[in-house]
Nanobody, 127 residues
C-alpha cells in the first residue's frame, strides 16, 4: 500500500475554517472504513471522525461534534475533513488513516485498529 497524502492544512484565526483532503492509492478505497486523527505536542493521538465505506455513516469525537464534517468521494479515492468554527485547542497535526481490516467501521476510533497512515497536515489556530 502507498502512504496517503494529506493536504489543506494551515494557520487560521479562531472561528475560521479549513478543509483537509487525503488522497489514497494502492488499495480498493471504497472497501475500507476511513478516519481522521489528530495529535498535539505532548498529547496522545485522538480520534476525530470516522466514516463508513459508502459514506453514509459517520461518527465524531465529542470535542469536534457540530463543527467538523467528514466525507469521502469514492470516485476520487479521497477523504475530506471540513473544519468550521476552529478553536485554538484544535491545533494539532492531523492524519488520515485506513482501518486495518476491510469492511464496517469497528467503532471507537482506536488508533491500533488503523493502518496506512498519512504523513500529516499541520493545523494551527490562533486566538
Amino acid at each position: 500500500q502507498v502512504q496517503p497524502v494529506e493536504s489543506g492544512g494551515g494557520s487560521v484565526q479562531s472561528g475560521g475554517s479549513l478543509r483537509l483532503s487525503c488522497a489514497a492509492s494502492g488499495y480498493t478505497f471504497d472497501t475500507y472504513c476511513m478516519a481522521w486523527f489528530r495529535q498535539a505536542p505532548g498529547k496522545e493521538r485522538e480520534g476525530v471522525a470516522d466514516i463508513t465505506t459508502g459514506g453514509s455513516g459517520t461518527s465524531y469525537g465529542d470535542s469536534v461534534k457540530g463543527r467538523f464534517t467528514i466525507s469521502r468521494d469514492n470516485t476520487k479515492n479521497t477523504l475530506y475533513l471540513q473544519m468550521n468554527n476552529l478553536k485554538p485547542e484544535d491545533t494539532a497535526m492531523y492524519y488520515c488513516a485506513r482501518q486495518r481490516d476491510w469492511g464496517a467501521c469497528l467503532g471507537g476510533m482506536d488508533p491500533d485498529e488503523f493502518a496506512i497512515w498519512g504523513q500529516g497536515a499541520q493545523v494551527t489556530v490562533s486566538s
